[in-house]
């Protein structure tokens, strides 16, 4: 790594820091979690995806789940003759892979190398429609994360992509963002006050 390389590893670092403790300590975060659920359940019903990829949220991310566990009820009740499925990921730290397995409520879990919960010996799934967590977002669907590059990297590899669909709130959008050569765009991202990206 050169200086100019170290300085902005640096940056981003603390720039991360920030947003994470900003984002625990939101005056109205139980609102803003509330808004973000109905936009959630309203965007999905656009959508025809059985099997959709989200996260086990930590450091105060919104939590995904709720809205995606009406999401599968909602399929009952429609009859739709695939039944809708729901994973979470499991990651390699050593590899730095990543890969979804099927999550259901009350399904047993264990942590993660990182200490993250993730699903017990469950089945593998593939998701068409995958929910990401962000740090922060950017215009053109950017995302920073947590830095271990697990999505840019799947998705680098998968042909098709699943469509990639961002969760923040709207006081994690970064005017100055630059994207590097290896930061694959969102399809979209949601927000608190609706769909910010694509514009
Ligand atoms: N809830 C949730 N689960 C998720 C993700 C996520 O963003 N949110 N991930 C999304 O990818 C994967 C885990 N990604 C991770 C990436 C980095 C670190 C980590 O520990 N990073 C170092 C700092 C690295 C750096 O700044 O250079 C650290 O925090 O010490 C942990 C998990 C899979 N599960
Ligand atoms: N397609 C790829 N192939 C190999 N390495 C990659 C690829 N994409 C990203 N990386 C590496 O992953 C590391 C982290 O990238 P970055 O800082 O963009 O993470 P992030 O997107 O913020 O984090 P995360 O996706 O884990 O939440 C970088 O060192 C980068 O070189």
Known sequence: MDNSEEKRALEKKALRQHLITQRLQLPDRAQRIA???????????GRSDTVIGAYWPIKGEFDPLPALHRWKEDGEL?????LRKIGLPVVDKVHKT???????????????AYGIPKPKD??????SL????????????????????FYDRMLAGLSPRPFTVGLSFGTDFLPDFE???????????????????PI
């Open 35 to 45: 808004a973000l659920q109905q936009i959630m359940r309203i965007w999905l019903v």
């Open 130 to 149: 995958l929910f990401v967590a962000c740090v922060g977002y950017a215009a053109g669907g950017y995302r920073l994360g947590y830095g271990g590059g």
């Open 122 to 127: 469950t089945e593998v799934i593939h998701p």
């Open 98 to 112: 990543m890969t979804f397995h099927t999550w259901y409520p009350g399904c047993p879990m264990e942590d993660d």
């Open 78 to 82: 429609i009859e739709q003759p695939q």
């Open 179 to 197: 994207p590097e050569p290896h930061d694959l765009p969102m399809d979209a991202i949601l927000n608190d006050h609706g769909v910010v990206w």
